[in-house]
Nanobody
Framework: HVQLVESGGGSVQAGGSLRLSCVPF????????MAWFSQHPGKEREMVAN???????RYTDSVKGRFAISKDYAKNTLYLQMNTLKNEDTAMYYC??????????????WGQGTQVTVS
């Protein structure tokens, strides 16, 4: 049974930083494409960043230079380091994974989400 568990959300002032963590149960982060999505109230989820099995990261334009996605193989954890946070970064953030190494196709597995609030 696969499960993704996020943590690290919270409230922070604009310009501050947060680090989100996602621990998968049932697979290792090294084998899968994993991603962070954000969802603003009343809107669809949008991908913020993903990282494939070769550890190649990709970012949406609005977070380039501010956010960094990474995998820690020893801790089997996915991270999203969020720096220089802006009010518009306020959203629910979800961890997700595909069923393969490459970031193609649908994201099959999802976490429960962690709230980030920037004021």
């Amino acid at each position: 049974h696969v499960q993704l568990v996020e943590s690290g959300g919270g409230s922070v002032q604009a310009g501050g930083s947060l680090r989100l963590s996602c621990v998968p149960f049932g697979f290792t982060v090294s084998r899968y494409c994993m991603a962070w999505f954000s969802q603003h109230p009343g809107k669809e989820r949008e991908m913020v960043a993903n990282i494939d099995g070769a550890e190649v990261p990709r970012y949406t334009d609005s977070v380039k230079g501010r956010f960094a996605i990474s995998k820690d193989y020893a801790k089997n954890t996915l991270y999203l380091q969020m720096n220089t946070l802006k009010n518009e970064d306020t959203a629910m953030y979800y961890c997700a994974a595909t069923s393969g190494s490459w970031c193609v196709g649908d994201y099959r597995y999802w976490g429960q989400g962690t709230q980030v609030t920037v004021s």
